[in-house]
Structures are given as structure tokens and as C-alpha cells.
């Protein structure tokens, strides 16, 4: 676990100007996770009510992709806790191992995904043939925009962390800024914003496709 070397006092001190600069941070977080929740609230919705209209008698087969996708996302987000166990006691080598897990999961999940997509064409459906395929394209295709840029910080973090591994100077450091610790929760709480949002579609497509 680390520990404050700049004395009591400093440590007081600078506590309330870490949480004052953290908050704008954390608030603007929320309003974007909300922001974005609401979105495919709303699309999901859309989506829900237009096949349950049965407009047309398009039918879809349920791509067995997404069960592999979500199954990877659900066990990259566990390792990415057990990695921010180990950031907060300052183990730079088993961060690196979880994290490079995750990273490996969320590669896993876009792979899958792409394929899930690609066998959806294969039956003939396209965009033009059904509104509600555009909706489940918008949906699909916004939420893996999320894992895409939440995939590019887990490498960034997979760097971080090989950077460090081995260099017990720049590792002290590194765990001693309460920014980078900040950093890292902010980013567990996008991914854990996003694998839940997944599995809320998930259930959606599988009950309407």
C-alpha cells in the first residue's frame, strides 16, 4: 500500500485541493455517462416498439457473436477490478497482467462484434430493407464506439504500466500522483458504464430480435 512521505501536514493540505480539482472531473463524467444512458434509453425504446409493432416480417436471426462479445466484455471488466485492486497497492507487475487481460478481452469483444454485424448482412438485411435494422445498427454501432475509445485507453494503460514495471523510480512516482490514480477510476467507471449498457442491449436484442 503507499504511503504519504510528505508529512501530516502536507498531506492535509492538499487533500482538499485534490477533491477540488477532482470534482470537475468526476461531474463531468456523470453528465456525459447520463447523457449517454439516456441516448440509448431512448433508441432502445425506439427500437423496441417499432418490431413490436411488426411492421414488417423481417425476421433476424440472433447472432451468436453477441453471446462471445458479451461474455468477453463481462470478464474484461472483472479484470480491469482486480487491476484497480492492485494500483491502489501499488503492484505495478500484476496491474500490468490484468490490464493486459482486459485489453486482450475488449479486442476479443470488437472482433466479435464486427463478425456479429457481418452475419447479419449475410442474411440479406440491410438498412434500407427495415427501419428497425437501422436502429439496431445505430445502437450497435455507438456502443462499439465506446469500447473502440475505451479499447485505445486500455492500451495506453498497458503502456503506462510496462513503462513502470521495471523501474522502481518511475513506478513511485507514478503511484504517488493522486491524478493518475484518479484517472484510473474515472476510466473503470466508463468501463463499467459501458459493459452494463451492453448487457442492457443485449437483453433487448435477444427478447425483440
Same mark, same amino acid.
Given at each position: 500500500m503507499?504511503? %504519504? #512521505? #510528505?508529512?501530516?501536514?502536507?498531506?492535509?493540505?492538499?487533500? !482538499?485541493? @485534490?477533491?477540488?480539482?477532482?470534482?470537475?472531473?468526476?461531474a463531468f463524467l456523470f453528465y456525459a455517462l447520463l447523457g449517454s444512458g439516456l441516448l440509448f434509453l431512448a433508441l432502445s425504446i425506439m427500437f423496441i416498439v417499432w418490431n413490436s409493432q411488426q411492421i414488417t416480417a423481417t425476421i433476424v436471426q440472433f !447472432?451468436?457473436?453477441?453471446?462471445?462479445?458479451t461474455l468477453a466484455l463481462l470478464f474484461s471488466s472483472y479484470t480491469?477490478?482486480?487491476?484497480?485492486?492492485?494500483? &491502489?497497492? %501499488?503492484?505495478?507487475?500484476?496491474?500490468?497482467? #490484468?490490464l493486459t487481460a482486459s485489453l486482450l478481452l475488449s479486442l476479443v469483444f470488437i472482433a466479435f462484434q464486427v463478425h456479429a454485424v457481418f452475419s447479419i448482412l449475410d442474411q440479406g438485411l440491410y438498412v434500407n430493407?427495415?427501419?428497425?435494422?437501422?436502429? *439496431? @445498427?445505430?445502437? #450497435?454501432?455507438?456502443?462499439?464506439l465506446h469500447i473502440v475509445v475505451g479499447t485505445? @485507453? &486500455?492500451?495506453? *494503460?498497458? *503502456?503506462?504500466?510496462f513503462d513502470i514495471w521495471k523501474d522502481?523510480?518511475?513506478?513511485l512516482i507514478y503511484f504517488s500522483n493522486k491524478f493518475?490514480?484518479?484517472r484510473f477510476e474515472l476510466?473503470?467507471?466508463?468501463?463499467?458504464?459501458?459493459?452494463?449498457?451492453? &448487457?442492457? *442491449?443485449?437483453l433487448v436484442f435477444f427478447y425483440s430480435l
Amino acid at each position: 500500500m503507499r504511503k %504519504d #512521505t #510528505t508529512g501530516k501536514g502536507t498531506s492535509k493540505t492538499f487533500l !482538499p485541493i @485534490y477533491k477540488e480539482r477532482s470534482a470537475p472531473y468526476k461531474a463531468f463524467l456523470f453528465y456525459a455517462l447520463l447523457g449517454s444512458g439516456l441516448l440509448f434509453l431512448a433508441l432502445s425504446i425506439m427500437f423496441i416498439v417499432w418490431n413490436s409493432q411488426q411492421i414488417t416480417a423481417t425476421i433476424v436471426q440472433f !447472432p451468436k457473436s453477441f453471446v462471445i462479445s458479451t461474455l468477453a466484455l463481462l470478464f474484461s471488466s472483472y479484470t480491469l477490478s482486480i487491476s484497480r485492486n492492485y494500483h &491502489l497497492q %501499488d503492484q505495478a507487475q500484476n496491474m500490468l497482467l #490484468t490490464l493486459t487481460a482486459s485489453l486482450l478481452l475488449s479486442l476479443v469483444f470488437i472482433a466479435f462484434q464486427v463478425h456479429a454485424v457481418f452475419s447479419i448482412l449475410d442474411q440479406g438485411l440491410y438498412v434500407n430493407f427495415e427501419v428497425s435494422l437501422l436502429f *439496431l @445498427y445505430i445502437i #450497435t454501432g455507438f456502443h462499439f464506439l465506446h469500447i473502440v475509445v475505451g479499447t485505445i @485507453y &486500455l492500451f495506453y *494503460l498497458n *503502456l503506462k504500466s510496462f513503462d513502470i514495471w521495471k523501474d522502481p523510480v518511475k513506478s513511485l512516482i507514478y503511484f504517488s500522483n493522486k491524478f493518475e490514480g484518479l484517472r484510473f477510476e474515472l476510466f473503470c467507471s466508463y468501463w463499467y458504464f459501458s459493459t452494463g449498457l451492453w &448487457l442492457f *442491449l443485449f437483453l433487448v436484442f435477444f427478447y425483440s430480435l
